[in-house]
């Protein structure tokens, strides 16, 4: 008799909560997106609710719908017919969450949901269940069979639901249109945050900036370079517009020249200044900035305006220290 390892027995509970999941796609239909306009319209908040594993996925929901721009929080559905269901309005939308479709405590909850005119969302394993019958909409995600070897404990069923409920929630984002700045206001700590922070929040503006005039002597330019410690200088005309750059290579590759061309300290800034050198705005992601120099293979780049004046300085170290890697 074959022995059934461990990693037998995950592998087929990854198999059948994927099929699960894979399952769903072919239910998709007009509930869906009547779910989804039902959300959309929604003037209030978004109530997600559920008992058991099931109430465990409806809170997962519901901070998912809020950190996406929908406002929703979970409501326990005992501690809601204990006082909690006050919080309930006729704008709201509630999102049950129920497999059999007969949970008691739910169903405790139809009378009050019903009376105020409230709309319902139900995910269910059955829509021909009591709530599934009384909801506005109905999204069946019955599974086949749970992963447990019982058939017993809810594993494949909540899967579904949370891949559902996803579902719902990236569809009302996209519909949205939120843009990114949403994250990081709501996104204020960890790593996502650090994705999403632009240049503006980095550079080194003010003073700090290294700029010489185009006509300033190498000398100076150099002195320049050395004050402000990142290894370059802009060189620019006409009220801080840049016209070029001085790196540390453009002087280790014009000293190598030096006996053609005579001493590079005897030049302006404009003769050893590289031109059209790469820019950015204000605006950029940190992490585009950081792909620019990576690909270039360059320590520091130009922050400028509309009108190619120069805003900032930001250097890889600075990157660095935000950890995007």
Do not use: Y
């Amino acid at each position: 008799m074959t022995k059934v390892t461990g990693t037998d027995i995950a592998r087929k509970v990854l198999q059948t909560e994927a099929d699960a999941i894979l399952a769903l796609i072919d239910r998709l239909d007009d509930r869906f997106d009547e779910a989804v306009r039902i959300l959309l319209d929604c003037r209030g908040r978004v109530i997600v609710t559920g008992m058991g594993k099931s109430g465990i996925i409806a809170r997962k929901i519901a901070a998912t719908l809020s950190s996406t721009g929908t406002p929703a929080f979970f409501l326990h559905a005992a501690e809601a017919v204990h006082g909690d269901l006050g919080v309930l309005t006729p704008v709201d939308v509630i999102v049950a969450l129920s497999n059999s479709g007969e949970t008691e405590e739910l169903l405790r909850l139809l009378a009050t949901i019903k009376r105020l005119g409230a709309r319902m969302i139900v995910l269910t394993g059955d829509c021909g269940s009591t709530l599934g019958q009384a909801a506005d909409i109905a999204l069946d995600c019955s599974v086949a069979k749970e992963a447990c070897p019982m058939n017993l404990v809810p594993t494949a069923s909540t899967t579904a639901a949370l891949a559902l409920g996803d579902a719902l929630a990236m569809t009302v984002f996209a519909a949205k249109g939120i843009g990114q700045e949403h994250f990081a206001n709501v996104h204020p700590a960890g790593h996502l945050l650090k994705r999403l922070m632009r240049v503006e929040q980095l550079m080194h503006g003010g003073e700090q900036r290294p700029m010489v005039a185009a006509e300033t002597p190498m000398t100076d330019a150099m002195a320049e370079m050395s004050r402000k410690g990142f290894g370059m200088t802009c060189v620019v005309e006409a009220g801080d517009r840049l016209v070029g750059i001085i790196t540390d290579g453009d002087l280790r590759r014009h000293m190598i020249g030096q006996p053609a061309g005579g001493s590079i300290l005897e030049r302006r800034a404009a003769d050893v200044m590289t031109r059209n050198p790469v820019t950015i705005t204000r605006g950029t992601l940190a992490v585009e900035a950081l792909r620019h120099m990576e690909e270039r293979r360059i320590t520091s780049i130009v922050v400028v305006d509309a009108g190619h004046k120069v805003e900032g300085i930001v250097h890889l170290h600075d990157l660095w220290r935000t950890q995007l890697f």
